[in-house]
């Protein structure tokens, strides 16, 4: 309606120079451009008062915003019933009947939602034409005839409009009320399972302490056995259970993070220093290639770690006995970007994208695993505003590339 505003002005002032209006009747023209000129103003001046006035009083501010709106057909369905008295067959009259067409056209589409406005509109325009016309003051009876007809065409152009439009709007609020449910019903499974994640974990730790006290203190090797198996399992298990939190915490966005500066070699030889133990087990040789001792950036320590663990680890688990694990650092421009390859397994291209989805596993792995923890990477390096990338290739191993900002996300600024 705002931009209809200045069309209209642009019809008068296309009027005036197209034709010799001014000149054979420039006390009517005049008259008519000035009308629509105030019209156009008292709808702009509206639309520059909506944030005011239609706060403060709503239906009056509709009412007169109405009533500018209607001024208008009001003012130019006059001047155009006026233009096929006088001009009849001549150039300008077809002129008029054509600018009047397109305002028309604009109108339907501009005002069919509020159907009661549309049709007073087009009643307004063209109900002067028609009855000059049909009373044989002006072009004749075609030209009634056919504005009746279009007239009657956009009436019901209109009405559809109308329907579509206030459709879609109900489809909106309902698939707005069904986001909002499904949000809530999310936000409360989560919290839920914040909860009971974290009591569990608690219970846990004090089973997988009894269970290397019990370890330590009997010689009975059955005992000793079962205890190793009570603590690869409760291990397994507080691995799934740190992982389901985490993920709580995401959903929730109550995920608590800092920026600070940190040496990112440093880290990666802690972690690698931290999974020499299962990397053990399985022969696995941890090697660490940076061309830097000291490469800083602004991160959260305690996810950068996090990320980089859950990295590692994948590696270690899908990997080959007497295999390799390298994990390699550089600096490209204003990112800081880390590898990591193995020798293991690898990964169907089919499946890429799938391995960074919740629950999801790669088909045919034997290795226990919740199919948390890439998911749960890619969310925390997208929390450093970073990207996560996999290039793989069956029995040719992979190489997992995280990208993150050495200045740190906005969002972490301190």
């Given amino acids: 309606s705002v931009s209809g505003s200045w069309a209209y002005l642009l019809v008068v002032i296309a009027t ?84 009047t067409s397109g305002m028309a056209a604009g109108a339907t589409t501009a005002f069919s939602p509020d159907l009661a406005l549309h049709r007073n509109f087009q009643l307004l325009l063209w109900t002067p034409t028609i009855v000059v016309n049909a009373l044989g003051l002006g072009s004749g009876y075609a030209l009634a005839g056919l504005a009746c007809l279009f007239t009657g065409y956009l009436l019901w152009q209109g009405r559809e409009h109308s329907r579509q439009y206030w459709r879609s709007v109900k489809t909106r609020q309902r698939l707005a009320r069904q986001t909002a449910e499904l949000e809530s019903h999310q936000r409360i499974k989560d919290e839920f399972l914040a909860v009971i994640t974290h009591d569990l974990r608690n219970s846990l730790q004090s089973v997988l302490l009894f269970t290397s006290t019990l370890k330590h203190r009997t010689q009975d090797p059955v005992v000793r056995e079962m205890g190793d198996h009570m603590r690869e399992t409760g291990t397994y298990m507080k691995e799934l259970l740190d992982d389901l939190h985490d993920l709580a915490r995401l959903g929730m966005k109550a995920l608590k993070m800092k920026a600070e500066e940190v040496n990112l070699v440093a880290i990666v030889e802690r972690v690698l220093a931290e999974q020499n133990e299962p990397a053990g087990e399985g022969r696995i040789h941890l090697r660490l290639s940076s061309p830097e001792r000291e490469l800083s950036l602004m991160a959260d320590e305690v996810r950068l770690r996090q990320i980089l663990a859950n990295l590692i680890s994948n590696a270690i688990k899908y990997n080959r006995p007497g295999g390799w694990v390298e994990v390699r650092t550089r600096v490209e421009g204003e990112q800081v970007v880390v590898e990591v390859e193995d020798s293991g397994i690898g990964i169907q291209p089919e499946d890429h994208d799938r391995v960074f989805e919740l629950f999801s596993r790669v088909d045919g792995a034997t290795v226990e695993g919740s199919g948390l923890g890439l998911a749960i990477t890619r969310q925390l390096v997208e929390l450093h505003e970073g990207s996560l990338e996999l290039e793989s290739q069956p029995d040719k191993g992979s190489v997992f590339r995280v990208r993150l900002p050495r200045s740190g996300p906005a969002a972490l600024a301190c």
Avoid at 20 to 27: I, K, N, S
Avoid at 65 to 85: D, E, S
């Fill in 16 to 99: 005036g120079l197209m034709t010799d209006y001014p000149r054979r009747f420039p006390h009517l023209f005049g008259m008519v451009a000035g009308a629509m000129v105030v019209v156009i103003a008292a709808r702009l001046l509206l639309f520059k008062a909506l944030k005011t006035g239609f706060a403060h009083r709503p239906e009056v501010w509709r009412f007169r915003l109405r009533a500018a709106i209607l001024a208008t057909p009001l003012v130019w369905g006059f001047f155009q019933a006026a233009t096929t008295h006088l001009y009849q067959r001549e150039w300008t009259c077809a002129l008029v009947v054509i600018l």
